[in-house]
């Protein structure tokens, strides 16, 4: 027996399939491939066993998470950021936060909204 695809249950589920595949793609020359395999097989248990809905906006919104952690990871960019401790110094260029936030935020809210107006309409 399937369960309900428009549940809140499936949409986190979905976001956690779309969050692996996002950051599968950009980790792509270093863990992506095995991190893409592990989304996929994911995909394939939830398909199995929910039906489909529209919870699978949830991809969307997960999407956006790891563009989110690319943003805060940039955080001091742009430019050349130099790091100091006791003993070493460390510089390396970052990228401006701003572009991954915006596209990141707007994943996140896209997904979410592609879902409470189709399970408002269904239910």
């Known amino acids: 027996m399937k369960s309900d695809g428009d549940s809140?249950?499936?949409f986190a589920a979905w976001c956690v399939i779309g969050a692996?595949?996002?950051?599968?793609?950009?980790?792509?020359?270093t863990i992506g491939?095995?991190?893409l395999l592990l989304a996929l097989m994911l995909t394939g248990l939830?398909?199995?066993?929910?039906?489909?809905?529209?919870?699978?906006?949830g991809m969307i919104s997960g999407a956006g998470i790891p563009l989110l952690y690319v943003a805060w990871l940039n955080r001091d960019g742009p430019g050349e950021v130099c790091t100091r401790t006791a003993?070493?110094?460390?510089?390396?260029?970052?990228?401006?936060?701003?572009?991954f936030v915006a596209v990141g935020l707007l994943l996140l809210v896209a997904g979410v909204v592609v879902f409470v107006r189709q399970r408002g309409r269904s239910g």
């Open 8 to 10: 809140l249950l499936a």
């Open 46 to 57: 939830l398909l199995w066993r929910v039906e489909f809905g529209w919870a699978m906006a």
């Open 20 to 29: 692996a595949a996002c950051f599968s793609i950009l980790s792509l020359l």
């Open 33 to 35: 491939p095995f991190v």
């Open 87 to 99: 003993t070493s110094e460390a510089c390396g260029d970052q990228w401006s936060p701003w572009p």
